[in-house]
């Protein structure tokens, strides 16, 4: 047995396209998650049309998945930082505070598609950062770094459930400690951006933090909570996540580059945060505040 999940914006999701689908693909019930938004039915096996649906979907706006119905509910939720749990690149924000804004950002963006090695690309950014008041972090902290909407409601509601939540970053333990804290995340892991007189050094500490690492890491946490990664959702948008989102029992690309969406079964484009919640089968009156 299968789940089809189908979800948008608020409002986007007319009662007769998910109706439509259902009756389409034959599938049971629909349940409602939230009004208009999110509704699940399931299904007794993959419909070999599910991409070209898929697409067409896109066009309405609506997100699509398809997952197994057992073990929809995860245990553990590993989540990248940068463009995923907030909504910048801070290595960007801090380039853009040094005037080297696009110039980092072009580099940023190939390094998140693939295209170039993710911990080459880091050093070569963080190079370009030498001499930079290390007092920016905290400019940047406070005045260009927001939260990806959704993320409070899908931290606490899986904490609530017994769920951990860990933070695992290819950016920089300055930010993402603040993120964690904010978020309510349980852990967090980073890379360290090197001070010295106040100002960065332009190196980052080794060994960095990139694709292998956060497969260690989902590896390490589950087997220090006694589960298996087949329990543990992971979420993030760039290459150097596809290691982790592939070896867990969910792996979603939210709002990811191109090359990393087309290796995933789940992409979120449309929807927040929240869509993971209504993935796991939460409806909109289980979220926790």
Request: charged share 20%.
């Amino acid at each position: 047995m299968h789940v089809v999940t189908l979800i948008a914006p608020p409002g986007g999701l007319r009662p007769a396209l998910v109706e439509a689908l259902r009756n389409a693909w034959g599938g049971g019930t629909a349940t409602w998650l939230a009004p208009d938004l999110a509704a699940e039915f399931p299904v007794d096996s993959v419909p070999g049309n599910i991409w070209s649906v898929w697409a067409d979907l896109q066009g309405e706006c609506v997100d699509l998945a398809i997952q197994p119905a057992k073990g929809r509910r995860k245990r553990l939720l590993i989540a990248d930082m940068d463009s995923t749990m907030i909504g910048q690149e801070c290595i960007d924000e801090l380039a853009a505070e040094a005037g080297i804004g696009p110039r980092v950002a072009e580099i940023t963006a190939r390094a998140m598609n693939g295209e170039l090695d993710f911990e080459g690309a880091l050093r070569e950014r963080v190079a370009l950062l030498a001499g930079l008041d290390a007092g920016v972090i905290d400019r940047v902290l406070s005045t260009r770094i927001t939260y990806t909407p959704g993320g409070r409601e899908l931290i606490a509601t899986m904490k609530a459930h017994g769920g951990h939540c860990v933070l695992v970053s290819g950016g920089f333990t300055n930010f993402a400690a603040r993120v964690a804290a904010d978020l309510g995340f349980d852990d967090h892991q980073a890379n360290t951006l090197l001070v010295q007189d106040g100002r960065l050094t332009g190196e980052v500490a080794e060994p960095i933090l990139g694709r292998e690492a956060k497969v260690a890491a989902l590896k390490a946490v589950s087997a220090r909570l006694g589960i298996s990664p087949a329990e543990a959702m992971a979420v993030g948008d760039g290459a150097n996540d596809l290691g982790m989102l592939g070896l867990a029992g969910a792996g979603v690309a939210l709002h990811a580059k191109p090359a990393v969406a087309a290796e995933c079964d789940l992409r979120i484009n449309h929807g927040d945060l929240t869509a993971l919640l209504y993935l796991q089968g939460y409806a909109r009156a289980d979220f926790a505040a």
